[in-house]
């Protein structure tokens, strides 16, 4: 039962991290009203990683919130996710910046690359490391109320052993007005 304590747990955390960054975000709405861009963009879905190193797949949700602070250059997404593997759960959090590309009036390419911090909850191991993703953004109509997502994405871990994973994740994007 304890292990069911520690994952509400690790899972509040998550929450309350992804809650501070778009609280971060707010003040700054009413600076932009007059924009028709999204203040922030909240991505929710489902997330996989397949080890490199031989220890096979794991699966779990994501969440992230992704805002644009310089307008068609930067755009920075933090995210939590967290992947449960047979026996094993593991917490990722990330800080990726990457650089918007309008492919179409309704799709977007975002390359980017930042810092993740993973943490092992069954052995209690935290490691840091490096993840490069490649984002597509689909939206269905050009006003861009709602839309999805697919990122392929690749992790180095600096710790010994140097794992590395190739991953993907899926899911909806909703922009906060």
Same mark, same amino acid.
């Given at each position: 039962? &304890?292990?069911?304590?520690?994952?509400?747990?690790?899972?509040?955390?998550?929450?309350?991290?992804?809650?501070?960054?778009?609280?971060?975000?707010?003040?700054?709405?009413?600076?932009?009203?007059?924009?028709?861009?999204?203040?922030?963009?909240?991505?929710?879905?489902?997330? &996989?990683?397949?080890?490199?190193?031989?220890?096979?797949?794991?699966?779990?949700?994501?969440?992230?919130?992704?805002?644009?602070?310089?307008?068609?250059?930067?755009?920075?997404?933090?995210?939590?996710?967290?992947?449960?593997?047979?026996?094993?759960?593991?917490?990722?959090?990330?800080?990726?910046?990457?650089?918007?590309?309008?492919?179409?009036?309704?799709?977007?390419?975002?390359?980017?690359?930042?810092?993740?911090?993973?943490?092992?909850?069954? &052995?209690?191991?935290?490691?840091?490391?490096?993840?490069?993703?490649?984002?597509?953004?689909?939206?269905?109509?050009?006003?861009?109320?709602?839309?999805?997502?697919?990122?392929? &994405?690749?992790?180095?871990?600096?710790?010994?052993?140097?794992?590395?994973?190739?991953?993907?994740?899926?899911?909806?994007?909703?922009?906060?007005?």
């Amino acid at each position: 039962m &304890s292990g069911h304590h520690g994952l509400l747990r690790a899972f509040a955390r998550g929450r309350m991290l992804l809650c501070f960054f778009t609280a971060m975000l707010l003040p700054a709405g009413k600076a932009l009203a007059g924009e028709k861009d999204p203040l922030a963009v909240i991505e929710l879905g489902m997330a &996989s990683e397949w080890g490199l190193n031989g220890s096979g797949p794991s699966f779990g949700p994501t969440a992230a919130v992704e805002f644009t602070p310089i307008k068609n250059w930067l755009v920075i997404e933090p995210g939590i996710q967290t992947l449960f593997r047979r026996g094993q759960t593991e917490w990722d959090t990330s800080f990726v910046f990457k650089k918007p590309f309008d492919l179409t009036p309704t799709v977007e390419f975002e390359p980017g690359m930042g810092p993740v911090w993973m943490h092992m909850v069954g &052995s209690g191991r935290t490691t840091i490391g490096a993840e490069v993703v490649a984002e597509f953004m689909f939206w269905p109509t050009p006003d861009r109320k709602f839309g999805w997502f697919i990122e392929p &994405s690749y992790t180095y871990a600096f710790s010994n052993g140097h794992e590395q994973s190739l991953g993907v994740s899926i899911g909806l994007l909703i922009p906060i007005r």
